[in-house]
Antibody
């Protein structure tokens, strides 16, 4: 079974750093792009960026460029999303998802991880 | 404000059909056959129900169908069932700069 399992919920203070993870199983992790999506409380989905684990190529949404960093370790089939200095406005659910299109022009995501809830509060 | 426009809510009785629209522009929905639809039940992760405008992943009931005309895509759920009650999001490839855009989501209520 193809599966993405994300790390657990985090509670942090403003200014702290954070790295959350997304571990893939049941497929060749290195060969599929992994995307990250933010969902703020009670709001819709926002695409943050994608990473190709085989060579760590990344594409960031203009809205998130410079705000977060995507990385991956293909040796342990894990992708990461990290912040160097969290803000209260980073409080949200974060999902990873496997890119499935044959090309970028056929973009869709499946499956999705279960989500990681990040709470940033003083 | 989301890049793609969806109605905030839709509803129908069991057994009826409901259609949810997703309006973009000639730079996203209108430019590519890359519209996908995701179902998100309360407290759960999104799950794809339609990809590439009208393709259905294995395991998704054939009650779900998709279409596109110009800059507007649509998801139709036929033979509504209680389990279809969820939020539905459309998404499209939007070119090399924005890459992926989502709609604001539509809450589908089964009456």
């Amino acid at each position: 079974e193809v599966q993405l399992v994300q790390s657990g919920a985090e509670v942090k203070k403003p200014g702290e750093s954070l790295k959350i993870s997304c571990e893939g199983s049941g497929y060749s992790f290195f060969g599929y792009w992994i995307g990250w999506v933010r969902q703020m409380p009670g709001k819709g989905l926002e695409w943050m960026g994608i990473i190709y684990p085989d060579d760590s190529r990344t594409i960031y949404s203009p809205s998130f460029q410079g705000q977060v960093t995507l990385s991956a370790d293909k040796s342990i089939s894990t992708a990461y999303l990290q912040w160097s200095s969290l803000k209260a406005s980073d409080s949200a659910m974060y999902y990873c998802a496997r890119f499935r299109g044959a090309t970028f022009r056929q973009t869709w995501f499946d499956p999705w991880g279960q989500g990681t809830l990040v709470t940033v509060s003083s | 404000q989301s890049a793609l426009t969806q109605p905030p809510s839709a509803s129908g009785s069991p057994g009826q059909s409901v259609t949810i629209s997703c309006t973009g522009t000639s730079s996203d929905v209108g430019a590519y056959n890359s519209v996908s639809w995701y179902q998100q039940r309360p407290g759960k992760a999104p799950k794809v129900v339609i990809y590439e405008v009208n393709e259905r992943p294995s395991g998704v009931p054939d009650r779900f169908s998709g279409s596109k005309s110009g800059n507007t895509a649509s998801l139709t759920v036929s033979g509504l069932q209680a389990e279809d009650e969820a939020d539905y999001y459309c998404s499209s490839y939007a070119g090399s700069t924005n890459f992926v855009v989502f709609g604001g989501g539509t809450k589908l209520t089964v009456l």
